[in-house]
């Protein structure tokens, strides 16, 4: 009884290690830059046809809101 418990939360913990080490350590991309990516991508591999040319995102206008997070 005990040694399946043991196997049991030897298991678990196995798989809880294992999943933090999942994702990468870079901060995130926006959408923006990511279709910038890969506008540049299929350029350099010269692909056709070509990903659209993505629109610059409108500028962040403050909310009443931020400074509590700041």
């Known amino acids: 009884m005990m040694s ?3 196997w049991g939360m030897a298991a678990l913990l196995a798989v809880a290690i294992t ?3 999942c994702g990468r350590r870079a901060g995130l ?3 923006y830059q990511a ?6 991508e ?3 591999a ?5 990903p659209p040319e993505p ?3 409108p500028t962040d206008r403050p ?5 509590l997070i700041k």
């Open 42 to 44: 299929a350029q350099q």
């Open 55 to 57: 629109t610059k995102p």
């Open 19 to 21: 999943m933090t080490a």
């Open 63 to 67: 909310f009443i809101l931020d400074k």
């Open 29 to 31: 991309d926006t959408p």
């Open 46 to 50: 010269k692909k056709t046809p070509l």
């Open 4 to 6: 399946r418990r043991f």
């Open 35 to 40: 279709a910038v990516d890969a506008r540049k």
